[in-house]
């Protein structure tokens, strides 16, 4: 038994395998057992939606564990934008430090808390029998005044968390699995997998 990411994301692909290893299965890319991501059409109105589809979309064509999330950062001060968009926010091929950039420019003249954003993540997870568990996570944070770290990758330079004073690209990859949303509703996913593979091995 191995499991699938549903995902094209580089950065989380790598997240995935770290927070996954004590699992001790192989993961594997869509691209590895040859299928696009490009293909999945992202065309639902919330975060647990797209996760499904995506999920769904792999398990149709692979019997094995598949592991699909949906991602995205909402700002209070911009109406919960970007939302479900936060991918594709500014057109698909908007460098992100570009949309970093935005988003910090967006938020001129707002200080602490009018500032507030969270990360959510929904995760599902497909299990050959046809079983699905869904898991979330939730990171509350702020907006950075200005673009801070080289670590992470898509808005961790402009998610400033006040208790640290960093922003989640300045915090390091080892503690930054500790707290975040993606890590949250991993371990969720993890833990159920554990409880699917020690029911289904007797």
């Known amino acids: 038994m191995r499991i699938v990411m549903a995902t094209g994301n580089p950065g989380k692909l790598t997240e995935f395998k770290k927070l996954l290893e ?5 993961i594997l890319t869509m ?7 490009g293909d999945i059409v992202e065309d639902g109105t919330t975060f ?21 999330d949906d991602s995205g950062l909402e700002i209070d001060a911009l109406g919960g934008e970007p939302g479900i968009y936060s991918a594709r926010y500014l057109g698909e091929d908007t460098p992100q430090s570009v949309v970093n950039a935005t988003v910090v420019k ?18 599902v997870v497909l ?3 046809g079983e699905e568990y869904v ?20 808005y961790d330079p402009v998610f400033y968390m006040p208790a640290y004073g960093l922003t989640m690209a300045e915090l390091g990859t080892d503690f930054k699995n500790t707290v975040s949303h993606r890590s949250i509703a991993t ?15 007797k």
Request: aromatic share 6%; proline share 2%.
């Open 22 to 26: 004590d699992l001790d299965m192989e």
């Open 31 to 37: 691209r590895e057992i040859g299928l696009n991501p």
């Open 48 to 68: 647990e939606e797209n996760a499904r589809k995506k999920a769904e979309f792999v398990g149709a064509k692979e019997d094995t564990i598949v592991i699909a």
């Open 106 to 123: 967006k938020l001129e003249g707002l200080h602490g808390e009018e500032r507030a954003c969270r990360f959510h993540t929904f995760m």
């Open 127 to 129: 299990f050959p029998d």
């Open 135 to 154: 898991s979330q996570g939730t990171l509350e944070g702020q907006i950075s005044e200005e673009v801070r770290g080289e670590g992470g990758f898509g």
């Open 187 to 201: 371990k969720k996913a993890a833990e159920k997998i554990r409880e699917w593979l020690d029911t289904h091995s």
